[in-house]
Nanobody, 123 residues
């Protein structure tokens, strides 16, 4: 089992920044590819960003490319999502997820999920 706990969400104005963290425990963190997903009210879950087990490869949704940066610190068992130039459309609950193989952009089949952290961007 892997437990994932997100933190760092909150209320921010348009154009502001937040850094989300996802702390993992239970298994060897570096064995898992990690992803961030989000779900806005009334909308389906969507992929945000992913990072490989070593951190050497990353991927982003087009909607956040150039504004968000995913990173990980395997020594601290933590994955981060730096979010800059936030927009009201970024308002959502943000979830981190882990998988032994890779991050599916659909989110289906991911091995473990956190409970999420709320990000609200005011206009």
């Amino acid at each position: 089992q892997v437990q994932l706990v997100e933190s760092g969400g909150g209320l921010v104005q348009t154009g502001g920044s937040l850094r989300l963290s996802c702390a993992a425990s239970g298994r060897t963190f570096s064995n898992y590819a990690m992803g961030w997903f989000r779900q806005a009210p009334g909308k389906e879950r969507e992929f945000v960003a992913a990072i490989s087990r070593s951190g050497g490869s990353t991927g982003y949704a087009d909607s956040v490319k150039g504004r968000f940066t995913i990173s990980r610190d395997n020594a601290k068992n933590t994955v981060y999502l730096q979010m800059n130039s936030l927009k009201p459309g970024d308002t959502a609950i943000y979830y981190c997820a882990a998988d032994r193989v890779s991050v599916a952009r659909t989110g289906y089949g991911m091995d473990y999920w956190g409970k999420g952290t709320l990000v609200t961007v005011s206009s």
